[in-house]
């Protein structure tokens, strides 16, 4: 076994067992793991490999449930900012269009510049606003490195989350031990319509003890998702984020088939 087998495996394991112990149902929204086909399908659409944090990510969880009941609708949101593990599908379609608008980011910047090579940043999370959360697959000394990008917010500068898909999730599972913020933002519980309690990171103090934290309910049945309305909205990514010339003029739409649930693209698997 690798190192960074363990080292991706302890991080990630001390998270989900405190999403197990303290927001159960979170923990309920996590996907089944991708198929060796899936992955490698990934990958070959991607044109590079996956770094090996992710491709183990993808083994146990093939991202989180897209659209859970009405009552738990939040479930599984429970990255900071509410973003929400993606799955092979969507990170494909994301990448996808990344690759294709890649020129617009890099805006000249040469291609070592982090904005200058869109094209190797694979999406890991996303949220309700088209923002994303990427892993750098540039090869050099950012390889590998986590960032958050605000795009639905109109926001294309880069925020560095961690050096790596273990360096994130060991810090997320030290702020959930201790109470202390991950980028400025506290954990904190927040109840569902269901009863549930769910991880939000939208606390703006330290929590005095997380054992203050409400004792979760149990989750008796798999998480469902919502019911499907058939309803399309023609709203594209593009129409989400107002972005300042010269990029706004270049930057498309990764696909027509965009929901208002989920802020990107139908077709996640």
């Known amino acids: 076994m690798t190192r960074e087998v363990l080292a991706f495996g302890a991080a990630w ?107 190797r940043w694979v999406p890991v999370a996303h949220s309700i606003d088209a923002g994303m959360v990427f892993v750098d697959h540039h090869p050099g000394p950012g390889y590998g490195h986590v960032y958050e990008m605000g795009i639905g917010c109109g926001i294309i500068d880069a925020t560095h989350w961690a050096l790596s898909l273990a360096a994130l999730f060991d810090a997320l599972a030290t702020c959930l031990e201790s109470g202390e913020p991950f980028q400025g933002d506290c954990p904190s519980p927040d109840e569902l319509p269901s009863g549930h309690v769910r991880l939000s990171w939208g606390g703006s103090t330290t929590m005095a003890s997380m054992r203050d934290w409400p004792t979760p309910r149990r989750v008796d049945s798999p998480l469902r998702p919502a019911a499907p309305t058939g309803r399309l909205l023609g709203r594209s990514l593009g129409a989400l984020r107002p972005l300042p010339a010269p990029v706004v003029a270049s930057l498309g739409s990764p696909s027509e088939s965009e929901t208002e649930e989920d802020g990107f693209i139908e077709g996640d698997r």
Not at 72 to 101: C, H, K, M
């Open 13 to 119: 394991d001390s998270f989900a067992s405190w999403l197990v112990a303290h927001c159960p149902i979170d923990h309920a929204a996590l996907q089944p793991p991708a198929t060796a086909e899936e992955i490698t399908t990934l990958e070959t659409q991607l044109g590079f490999p996956l770094h090996p944090h992710l491709r183990i990510l993808l083994q146990r969880h093939n991202g989180v449930l897209k659209h859970p009941e009405p009552d738990n609708r939040d479930a599984g949101a429970f990255l900071p900012l509410g973003y929400r593990l993606s799955g092979t599908g969507l990170i494909a379609d994301v990448q996808e269009w990344l690759a294709a608008d890649s020129d617009a980011f890099a805006m000249g910047r040469e291609e070592d510049d982090l904005h200058g090579h869109a094209h």
